[in-house]
């Protein structure tokens, strides 16, 4: 059986249709190259949002800390030093009117003229007056510092301050019923209550005021080393982080100019110069509050608290002279005691830098040339001739010389209380507006990093 041979199937020659993409192997190696870059530019990206946003968060932190301490400094802790030296004045100077009370009478006719009468020499009513005055005052101070002191301690001084209030109110009632009263001659128990009632201030009273305001200055100097301190450091983050973001991004801009070939992004180049700006900004703000706290304390309360204490020291002095007058049998440590108040005076004036502390000086001198040549009068026997210097109105009156003293010194004490409210209203004022500020410029940086990177991006999607 012969087999059919079949003729072989020639080849197709019908046209193929075109590979519409790369082979397999080069489409995988194109993948490849592509994800060397984007992860790179993703990494880029990462680290500088991330920097961005570390700095977003150390300037709105470092703002609100710092702010917060400075508030404390100048709404709490500064207020509760003024209401205690104020307590601390209002005390020394009640005692000073309590003691002027004392001279109280009728001086002696002048010699050699036949129509003369006796001169009621009566410092009482504007001592009663400025006591009353005085009352109030420590009244406020009180408040002020039950509400921000240990009230312990408050509760302990208004015990004090009502035994001593008992001791002046029976000197007060002996003087005001002392019938036909010679001036320099008191009645020995409105003496006598008087210096137990000064003796109650001086050992117990005016030390524990003392001890209330030294724990408030030192409340003072550690909030403002806390409020300066708070701004060093967070300057020194911002100026890291600040510094970190601004050279990352510069480095990004030329990695794409060398890598990618591209011009510097307008994007990136926006977002540069907002952490620059913010970088500058916050850190010279930051630096300018620490200054401005120094200031308000250093320019500000310190010599105004050092005048509060030449005001008590000046007070008790003129206490201790209005008792010299009247007291014989204590004249000489009353002497010292007015020449001690009257050196530490100096001393505390001598401290003060201010051009207007000088005239201050001057009048305290006038005071005591006065008070020197009340103490010559005096010391020669006429009492009289004393009383009316120490109460006389005349320029060279004691009571016209310590007058125009205390006049200048809280002139200047109201300009150093002003000093500190302007450097705390300039500190205050500069981290007020910062923080929307860093929010804003920080932001805006964000979303420029994100513009930035996208074209890129978009290249190898």
Known sequence: ???????????????????????????????????????????????????????????????????????????????????????????????????????????????GDPNATPVLVDDGVLASLTAQADQRAADQAFAQLAASADAEKVRGLLDTLSLYDALTGTEEYFVGTQANPVVGHPLP???????QADALLQAALLPQVHALLADADQQVAHDRDAAHAAALRYTLLLAVLGAGAVLLLLWWQ?????????????????????????????????????????????????????LAQASVAAADAEARQSRWVVDDSYRIVLGDQFRADADQVRGLLAADTDPAAAVVRQRF???????????????????????????????????????DFTLH???????????????????????????????????????????GVRPRLREYS
């Open 1 to 111: 059986m012969t087999a059919t041979l079949q003729p072989a199937a020639a080849p197709s020659t019908a046209p193929q249709p075109p590979q519409t993409g790369p082979a397999p192997g080069v489409a995988g190696q194109a993948s490849r190259r592509a994800a060397g870059p984007v992860l790179r530019l993703r990494a880029q990206a990462g680290a500088a949002l991330l920097l961005v946003a570390a700095l977003l968060a150390v300037a709105l932190l470092g703002f609100a800390d710092t702010a917060a301490r400075v508030h404390q400094l100048v709404a709490v802790s500064e207020p509760r030093a003024a209401a205690a030296g104020r307590l601390y004045q209002a005390l020394s100077d009640l005692d000073a009117q309590r003691a002027k009370s004392l001279v109280v009478g009728y001086s002696a006719a002048t010699p």
């Open 254 to 306: 030329r990695d794409l100019t060398v890598r990618h070939h591209r011009v510097f992004s307008l994007p990136l180049l926006g977002a540069t110069l907002a952490v620059l700006a913010l970088l500058l900004g916050a850190t010279s703000t930051l630096l300018d509050a620490a200054d401005q706290v120094d200031a308000a304390v250093a320019r500000g309360y310190t010599p105004y608290a050092r």
């Open 409 to 451: 010194l809280d002139q200047l004490a109201t300009d150093h209380a002003a000093a500190f409210s302007a450097h705390a209203a300039a500190a205050r004022d500069d981290l007020g507006v910062w923080p929307a500020a860093s929010a804003a410029l920080l932001g805006t940086a964000l979303l420029l990093v994100l513009a």
């Open 189 to 195: 128990a409105a003496v006598d209550n008087y210096a």
């Open 365 to 403: 001198d006038a005071y005591l040339s006065a008070d020197g040549n009340l103490r010559q009068v005096a010391g020669s026997g006429d009492v009289n001739q004393a009383a009316l210097r120490l109460t006389g109105v005349g320029r060279d009156d004691v009571a016209f010389a310590y007058y």
